[in-house]
């Protein structure tokens, strides 16, 4: 069992798991992107996107690689890389996107606070998916000494986005669905970015 085989009702008895569905971000202030980005997105959607690998690079990274370059690079986004957390809990498998205030790049280290996970279609697939994800990254911080009391997931086709957060042991997703289309959720991943740093000031300083 990894990370992509879980239901929900696996997360529940498995881990305790709580959902609830609220408004998360109703009062995120827009972001507003860089001409760089709106013409990679364009040029992206333009060349089409068959499925999810080519969905992750052609909308998914170019956000991310924008949201990089808004807080100085004072995070890591490692893509496609492995979570093997606890194999006899099922907490193992390929994360698409993995956000940590680590700065080594050759393997995944804490503090992770987000995880990106892109579909071709199924969103509430990679709700779930994403949510199994974080499970895995709290255990992990926790294992590595750097314990994270939020994090953050977020499940997309590139072109519609839906969010999540995890705290004491519930999974709130987030009611409002977001389009590409103004890039809404780019202010909410800069949320996402602003309120993890507060629990590891010391290391986005140094980044």
């Known amino acids: 069992m990894e990370y992509s085989d879980f239901t929900v009702n696996d997360l529940r008895q498995?881990?305790?798991?709580?959902?609830?569905?609220?408004?998360l971000f109703a009062d995120i202030q827009p972001?507003?992107?860089?001409?760089?980005?709106?013409?990679?997105?364009?040029?992206g959607t333009d060349m089409g996107f068959s499925n999810e690998k080519s969905r992750s690079e052609r909308l998914v990274s170019p956000i991310l690689l924008e949201l990089g370059d808004l807080n100085n690079q004072?995070?890591?986004?490692?893509?496609?890389?492995?979570?093997?957390?606890?194999?006899s809990l099922g907490l193992?498998?390929?994360?698409?996107?993995?956000?940590?205030?680590?700065r080594m790049q050759d393997f995944v280290l804490s503090p992770i606070f987000c995880i990106t996970e892109a579909k071709r279609q199924n969103l509430e697939k990679g709700t779930i998916q994403?949510?199994?994800?974080?499970?895995?990254?709290?255990?992990?911080n926790e294992i590595e000494g750097k314990?994270?009391?939020?994090?953050?997931?977020?499940?997309?086709t590139g072109v519609e986005w839906r969010f999540l957060k995890y705290t004491?042991?519930?999974?709130?997703?987030?009611?409002?669905?977001?389009?590409?289309?103004?890039l809404p959720e780019l202010g909410v991943l800069q949320y996402i970015i602003?309120?993890?740093?507060?629990?590891?000031?010391?290391l986005v300083a140094a980044a």
């Open 168 to 182: 004491d042991n519930q999974i709130i997703v987030d009611e409002t669905r977001y389009l590409i289309r103004d």
């Open 74 to 87: 004072s995070f890591y986004i490692y893509s496609g890389a492995n979570l093997d957390v606890d194999e």
């Open 194 to 202: 602003e309120e993890s740093s507060k629990q590891f000031p010391e």
């Open 147 to 156: 314990p994270v009391d939020t994090l953050y997931g977020c499940s997309t």
């Open 14 to 23: 498995q881990f305790g798991i709580e959902f609830q569905a609220k408004h």
């Open 31 to 43: 972001v507003q992107p860089t001409e760089w980005l709106v013409q990679a997105l364009r040029k």
């Open 92 to 102: 193992r498998g390929e994360c698409d996107f993995i956000f940590s205030f680590s």
């Open 130 to 140: 994403a949510a199994a994800q974080l499970i895995g990254a709290k255990k992990m």
